[in-house]
T-cell receptor
Framework: DTEVTQTPKHLVMGMTNKKSLKCEQH?????MYWYKQKAKKPPELMFV???????INESVPSRFSPECPNSSLLNLHLHALQPEDSALYLC???????????????FGPGTRLTVL | AQKITQTQPGMFVQEKEAVTLDCTYD???????LFWYKQPSSGEMIFLIY??????QNATEGRYSLNFQKARKSANLVISASQLGDSAMYFC?????????????FGPGTSLSVIP
């Protein structure tokens, strides 16, 4: 069962709000990812967690704050966002990030975020 | 330099016909993985097929097959017997196997429309 779930599906927030995106997987994967995707563009990597430790931070602004409470859960905390942060936020998981070329990422359905 | 090239921004295919989506890649790493993902308008990125650089045979998954030509650095996706539900964006992606810092690199995508 290759299922990654994300909540909420849609989120509208003001620039002063604080909100969180949630991602969950029960495939026993040890790597989890956050991507940002603008319309008609490929996904852009934001963060990689491997074995619950932050492994990659792609110079993402501090108004995005990831958290990995355990190996199945990944959160993205949002604060003081800008309208240009409006996008589809995708979570993914994979067996083992260290497996490099053979490691397949499985994606969740995404959260469509609109910042007003 | 762009590592993944998808030269067809948009493609049309008649229902029940086969279609080939092009992908070329650039790497000097001898170990790498190639992936194809489908993204319908709903947003979810759906993993379709994987090809490893050392795999001797072309990968197949149901109606999807990957035409892997290593010397030409191409990894075209072939969809046989197209269905209306195949209408989506298709992303080719690569992960290199030996870089100490690496990530999945996505191509710009091809939008496929299946015509009844």
């Amino acid at each position: 069962d290759t299922e990654v779930t994300q909540t909420p599906k849609h989120l509208v927030m003001g620039m002063t709000n604080k909100k969180s995106l949630k991602c969950e997987q029960h495939m026993g994967h040890r790597a989890m990812y956050w991507y940002k995707q603008k319309a008609k563009k490929p996904p852009e990597l934001m963060f990689v967690y491997s074995y619950e430790k932050l492994s990659i931070n792609e110079s993402v602004p501090s108004r995005f704050s990831p958290e990995c409470p355990n190996s199945s859960l990944l959160n993205l905390h949002l604060h003081a966002l800008q309208p240009e942060d409006s996008a589809l936020y995708l979570c993914a998981s994979s067996q083992d990030w260290a497996a490099l070329g053979t490691d397949t990422q499985y994606f969740g359905p995404g959260t469509r975020l609109t910042v007003l | 330099a762009q590592k993944i090239t998808q030269t067809q921004p948009g493609m049309f295919v008649q229902e029940k016909e086969a279609v080939t989506l092009d992908c070329t890649y650039d790497t000097s790493d001898p170990s790498y993985g190639l992936f194809w993902y489908k993204q319908p308008s709903s947003g979810e990125m759906i993993f379709l097929i994987y090809q490893g650089s050392y795999d001797q045979q072309n990968a197949t998954e149901g109606r999807y097959s990957l035409n892997f030509q290593k010397a030409r650095k191409s990894a075209n996706l072939v969809i046989s017997a197209s269905q209306l539900g195949d209408s989506a964006m298709y992303f080719c992606a690569m992960r290199e196997g030996q870089a100490s810092y690496d990530k999945v690199i996505f191509g710009p995508g091809t939008s496929l429309s299946v015509i009844p």
